[in-house]
């Protein structure tokens, strides 16, 4: 890979900066606005990451303001709703730190949204390196409480489970002051955020279901069962550019555990062996079809394993394209915290999209 990098800068609103860093050579087609790349440390919740990017950058797209919202009061709003679920059916559902793509969505129509400032959580990025500690503790209660109380749950099973919460997170508040206008979460969303989830589609495309038919996504962290609608191989590629190049971004669901995935170099391809990792991105890429990507499904190999923000399309000097992909792992690769995705990577290893449905049209 070429060691020399050099910036790429798009002004987008006052005098904020959005900006990747490519590796010389590259150019960009299109690159959509987004803002500053985060690190979502060990914690399992990259779909929150992913769509409050997306939503983030959806406010941009519209000429709203720079505005950072709290992925914490997210997180602990759907950590209340998917306990109420987990006890409703006695313990028979999916209790993880895991999400879809749609579930950013549904908690801001839901409960709300905060800005950033105003609710980061506990100290700073709190959620961060505690995740699976809190979600651990989070269950156990759950688990001991449905256990000790097998006829009859008692109703003031949430005050103990938000004490937990709250010791991890900290309790975001019921009404806050924003640019000097009082606000509670739900009349903040309604002024600020005025996108809600059925302004999404979500796609995807698998053979153990029809085309153009929407089923539930068969993967664990579906808590909420989202529904995809499933199209052929080829269109999922292209409804995804096509929505990019209308001046959107994509939320993006994806296997990320493979050899293709390499996100220190800032690249993620499709690699006909593994040591081809050490050619990238110059190596010539294994071929795909739909066939192959439901076999790899159905085995298992290609999983529901990370969210990421699509933000534009970028191509090399020969003219192969890659989407321009921000993550949601800090700054530190030789992207700036950014990938360049190869077509044949996304459609192997791509489990859903997410996009605005005016991007359709």
Same mark, same amino acid.
């Given at each position: 890979?070429?060691?020399?990098? *050099?910036?790429?800068?798009q002004l987008f609103i006052g005098t904020t900066i959005?900006?990747?860093?490519?590796?010389?050579?590259?150019?960009?087609?299109?690159?959509?606005?987004?803002?500053?790349?985060?690190?979502?440390?060990?914690?399992?919740?990259?779909?929150?990451?992913?769509?409050?990017?997306?939503?983030?950058?959806?406010?941009?797209?519209?000429?709203?303001?720079?505005?950072?919202?709290?992925?914490? *009061?997210?997180?602990?709003?759907?950590?209340?709703?998917?306990?109420?679920?987990?006890?409703?059916?006695?313990?028979?559902?999916?209790?993880?730190?895991?999400?879809?793509?749609?579930?950013?969505?549904?908690?801001?129509?839901?409960?709300?949204a905060i800005p950033e400032t105003v609710y980061p959580?506990?100290?700073?990025?709190?959620?961060?390196?505690?995740?699976?500690?809190?979600?651990?503790?989070?269950?156990?209660?759950?688990?001991?409480?449905?256990?000790?109380?097998?006829?009859?749950?008692?109703?003031?099973?949430?005050?103990?489970?938000?004490?937990?919460?709250?010791?991890?997170?900290?309790?975001?508040?019921?009404?806050?002051?924003?640019?000097?206008?009082?606000?509670?979460?739900k009349t903040f969303a309604a002024t600020y955020v005025?996108?809600?989830?059925?302004?999404?589609?979500?796609?995807?495309?698998?053979?153990?279901?029809?085309?153009?038919?929407?089923?539930?996504?068969?993967?664990?962290?579906?808590?909420?069962?989202?529904?995809?609608?499933?199209?052929?191989?080829?269109?999922?590629?292209?409804?995804?550019?096509?929505?990019?190049?209308?001046?959107?971004?994509?939320?993006?669901?994806?296997?990320?555990?493979?050899?293709?995935?390499?996100?220190?170099?800032? *690249?993620?391809?499709?690699?006909?062996?593994?040591?081809?990792?050490?050619?990238?991105?110059?190596?010539?890429?294994?071929?795909?079809?739909?066939?192959?990507?439901?076999?790899? *499904?159905?085995?298992?190999?290609?999983?529901?394993?990370?969210?990421?923000?699509?933000?534009?399309?970028?191509?090399?000097?020969?003219?192969?394209?890659?989407?321009?992909?921000?993550?949601?792992?800090?700054?530190?690769?030789?992207?700036?915290?950014?990938?360049?995705?190869?077509?044949?990577?996304?459609?192997?290893?791509?489990?859903?999209?997410?996009?605005?449905?005016?991007?359709?049209?």
């Amino acid at each position: 890979m070429p060691k020399k990098i *050099f910036f790429l800068f798009q002004l987008f609103i006052g005098t904020t900066i959005y900006a990747q860093q490519l590796p010389a050579g590259y150019t960009v087609i299109q690159n959509n606005a987004a803002l500053p790349v985060k690190n979502q440390g060990n914690s399992g919740t990259c779909w929150c990451f992913c769509s409050t990017s997306l939503t983030e950058s959806e406010l941009l797209r519209t000429g709203n303001e720079n505005l950072e919202l709290s992925e914490v *009061f997210t997180v602990w709003n759907l950590y209340l709703d998917k306990a109420d679920k987990y006890v409703r059916r006695r313990g028979n559902a999916r209790f993880s730190e895991g999400g879809l793509e749609q579930d950013v969505f549904y908690s801001i129509d839901t409960y709300g949204a905060i800005p950033e400032t105003v609710y980061p959580g506990t100290g700073k990025d709190a959620i961060l390196d505690k995740d699976e500690a809190m979600h651990n503790a989070l269950q156990a209660y759950l688990d001991t409480m449905l256990k000790h109380n097998p006829d009859s749950i008692p109703l003031d099973w949430k005050d103990g489970y938000t004490k937990i919460l709250s010791s991890y997170l900290g309790t975001p508040p019921q009404s806050f002051t924003y640019n000097g206008k009082a606000y509670t979460p739900k009349t903040f969303a309604a002024t600020y955020v005025k996108f809600h989830l059925n302004d999404f589609d979500g796609f995807t495309s698998f053979t153990h279901h029809p085309y153009y038919t929407s089923f539930v996504m068969e993967v664990p962290d579906n808590y909420n069962d989202n529904m995809y609608y499933n199209l052929p191989l080829d269109s999922l590629i292209s409804i995804t550019r096509a929505s990019v190049l209308k001046g959107y971004t994509v939320a993006w669901d994806a296997d990320v555990t493979n050899d293709g995935f390499l996100y220190d170099k800032g *690249f993620a391809m499709l690699l006909q062996q593994t040591g081809d990792s050490e050619n990238v991105p110059k190596i010539k890429e294994a071929p795909y079809d739909a066939s192959t990507r439901q076999l790899l *499904f159905d085995k298992e190999v290609t999983q529901d394993d990370h969210l990421m923000h699509i933000t534009g399309l970028a191509k090399d000097a020969n003219g192969k394209e890659f989407f321009i992909v921000k993550n949601s792992w800090g700054n530190s690769n030789l992207c700036g915290g950014y990938l360049l995705v190869s077509k044949a990577y996304f459609a192997i290893n791509t489990i859903s999209i997410l996009v605005n449905k005016n991007s359709e049209r």
